[in-house]
């Protein structure tokens, strides 16, 4: 497509290619070849791309081929291989990983449609961007940091609250059998909660913003209160953009490795006991953990889970991309 | 047609006979609430700063609106409700906030020091509290630049290409592609670097390059993104004019369109490093640890700070402090890189652009 632009262009600068004077036909070929070579090289780079993430599946499937095809005795040997094949492997984890990410997407997503509502439409005009500046500042910590203050401050803060949780509620099986040190999966969902809560923020305060006026002009001109107009105006128009943004917030939460890595004390099974350590595990974290140490064929089954992680997370990510740009196409506001 | 479909309420408008609360109930509520919720704590046991302010908010929440609801009547109650919650929202968001930066700047201080700066951990074992980060700055410098050198030539050309000359299926693909791309997990860019390098030079090759490619799959997509959106800023007059001039394309966004979005792109590019800087999952995958200085990207492990922290904390003991130190170190650099950034973009800003 760019090359079929580029003669256009140079066709329409001043007739080059009549003016006999040599230095007008020069600049006008330079001009043409240079148009060319940037050309080439702006299209090279966006091909690049494509090719790049198509390398990523290509490398990745052929460093975890020797996993796939490997016969259960083989993969055995390995000494934390538990279950017959790759797929036996990665069923617990893929279930710790959708818990831990679902988990944080159940406690991040009110609380930041609640944020995105007071900078968008509470808080004082004056003072709302450095307000959504201070949200972002949590988007800038590093995830190792994160772990820390998971590991060494969360979990002292959250055990007497687990304490009471597993006391007065015990009897339900999803809050049964706590145990001291918090490391358990809801504490690393409190982490990753927080960690996808800048970006759920950001797109869903950029949609609320673009609620016409007119609407919520209207709302108010009825009689409405301010939550009745956030709630017939706002909340109807920004529907589709806060469940965009819950699902990059969920795609986040899926790829999350320090966090869950650094809190939780890992275990394989298929367990609802949210309050008991030794239960669950992610895919990231449990590469982090394994890797390095991992030689030969358990590299490769490592890189298989990855390579679920990857496409899990793929997915996700596609399907919300796609949800804002079908909003954007059809949506008035644009 | 949000407005349409809203249930009509019994009574359209606020019925005027109905009274309101004065302003400083809301005060009134927030400090009754608190008081309350201390002597409640101190009734049933020990009370905690967390607990009281945690109970008090609840106390305050349910206390005004039960009083708004006699006194007000029941929307007026439900938007009361609503506000209280919104703001706690955002108050509750802060909590995390504040008590991070609170916790690697104390924690962090203890070990913190011109020599922790300035040294590295070679002979440090056991207990020992000296040792240092020296080795881990360079190689989390050195490392982070080789991914910008990666990324910057092929994040900006990509922008210019989707601004200026993309059209049709291409441009569209790529455009949604960089976006998913965006959402690659960072354990995920990590096994790539890896599986690269081992499939092209042997199981054991281990070097920095190998974590600098895989952080730059990570922070190509963020430069491509925020390049685009500065060369979008530009003005089409601009670009028309220089057209008018005779300018071949290439050198009109050479010299036009992206000098006028420099800043901007300078602003993306700081934030785009911010970004990777403090990565720790694919640098833990392909460059390890090591304790002493290593300068050659091309050789050998390599210490990085997120890294280093790592270990550290799993070390635990006196490695706590050294994982604070290096999380505040890191911490550090990073904001340094966004204030920067921010510096940049204000001063540096085409004027009148906006």
Redesign the interface.
């Known amino acids: 497509m760019a090359l079929t632009t580029t003669p256009r262009r140079s066709g329409t600068s001043p007739d080059g290619e009549q003016v006999d004077a040599g230095a007008a036909v020069r600049a006008a070929s330079t001009g043409r070849v240079g148009s060319r070579v940037f050309a080439g090289l702006s299209t090279g780079a966006g091909v690049l791309i494509l090719l790049t993430l198509a390398a990523v599946a290509v490398f990745l499937v052929i460093r975890a081929w020797p996993a796939l095809t490997a016969s259960s005795e083989e993969l055995g040997d390995i000494s934390w291989f538990n279950g017959d094949s790759v797929a036996e492997y990665v069923g617990p984890l893929i279930f710790g990983t959708l818990l831990a990410s679902v988990l944080a997407l159940l406690i991040a997503v009110p609380v930041s449609v609640g944020i995105a509502l007071f900078i968008s439409h509470y808080a004082p005009r004056r003072l709302a961007q450095s307000l959504g500046y201070l949200i972002d500042l949590l988007a800038a910590i590093p995830s190792v940091v994160y772990g820390l203050w998971g590991a060494l401050w969360l979990l002292g803060v959250v055990d007497p609250f687990f304490e009471w949780l597993s006391g007065a509620l015990g009897f339900i099986p999803l809050f049964a059998d706590y145990q001291a040190p918090a490391k358990n999966i809801l504490s690393a969902s409190i982490v990753l909660a927080v960690m996808i809560l800048p970006i759920i923020t950001a797109v869903s305060r950029e949609v609320f913003l673009q609620t016409p006026r007119l609407h919520e002009e209207a709302s108010l001109a009825l009689g409405a209160t301010r939550w009745e107009m956030v709630r017939q105006a706002v909340l109807p128009f920004g529907r589709s953009g806060v469940i965009s943004a819950s699902m990059l917030g969920l795609g986040r939460a899926l790829g999350e490795t320090m966090a869950v890595l650094m809190v939780i004390s890992p275990g394989f099974l298929y367990s609802f006991h949210l309050l008991q350590p030794g239960q669950h595990q992610t895919i990231a974290a449990n590469i982090a953990s394994k890797f390095p140490e991992a030689s030969g064929l358990s590299v490769s089954a490592l890189i298989a889970t990855g390579l679920a992680l990857f496409v899990i997370t793929f997915a996700v990510n596609f399907v919300a991309r796609w949800i804002i740009a079908r909003r954007a196409e059809f949506s008035g506001a644009n | 047609m ?2 349409d ?2 249930p009509a ?1 019994a009574t ?3 019925d005027p006979a109905q009274g309101r609360l004065p302003r400083w109930a809301t005060w009134a509520f927030l400090a009754g609430g608190v008081v309350a919720a201390f002597l409640l704590l101190l009734v049933l046991g020990n009370p905690t700063v ?1 607990g009281v302010v945690g109970l008090g908010a609840v106390l305050y929440a349910v206390g005004a609106t039960v009083a708004s609801f006699v006194v007000e009547g029941r ?2 109650a ?2 009361r ?3 209280t ?6 108050l ?3 909590i ?2 504040v ?2 930066v609170l ?2 700047v104390t ?1 962090g201080m203890t070990s913190f020091s011109w020599t922790f700066l300035t040294t590295d951990m070679v002979g440090i074992f056991g207990d020992m509290t000296e040792g240092g980060i020296a080795h881990a700055i360079v190689g989390t410098l050195l490392i982070t630049f080789a991914a910008a050198v990666i990324s910057v ?6 922008a ?3 601004v ?8 569209r ?2 455009t ?14 990590g ?2 670097g ?3 390098f ?2 092209a030079l042997g ?1 054991a090759f281990r070097a920095g390059i190998m974590g600098a490619v895989a952080l730059s ?1 990570l922070m ?2 963020v430069v ?1 993104r925020s390049v685009e959106e500065m060369l979008r800023l530009v003005p089409n007059e601009l670009r028309e004019a220089s ?1 008018a001039l ?6 009109t ?2 010299k036009v369109v992206l000098r006028t979005a420099a800043a901007g792109i300078v602003t993306g590019v700081m934030l785009a490093v ?2 990777i ?5 694919p640098l ?2 392909t460059v ?1 640890l090591v304790t002493q200085m290593n300068t050659s990207l091309f050789e050998g492990r390599m210490a990085t700070l ?1 890294v280093f ?2 270990r550290q ?1 799993e070390q635990g003991g006196t490695g ?1 402090d050294r ?2 130190a290096a ?1 505040l170190t ?2 550090l650099i ?2 340094l890189l ?1 204030l920067l950034a921010r510096l940049i973009s204000r001063w540096f800003a085409p004027k009148g652009a906006r």
Do not use: H
């Open positions: 949000a407005v479909t809203a309420p359209s408008l606020v967390a929307r007026r439900v938007d409700l609503a506000t919650l919104v703001t706690g929202a955002f509750l968001a802060l995390p906030l008590s991070l916790l690697v924690r030539p092929i994040g900006l050309l990509t210019i290409y989707l200026e000359y993309g059209r049709g299926p291409l441009a693909a790529i949604f592609l960089v976006d998913v791309m965006t959402g690659i997990p960072s354990i995920v860019a096994l790539f890896f599986a690269v081992t499939l199981p799959l190509t997509p491509i057209y005779g300018v071949p394309k290439w050198l966004i050479v911010a970004r800087i403090g990565e720790t999952a833990l995958l390890g997120p922290a790592f904390y706590i994982a604070w999380a890191l911490i990073v904001m966004n």
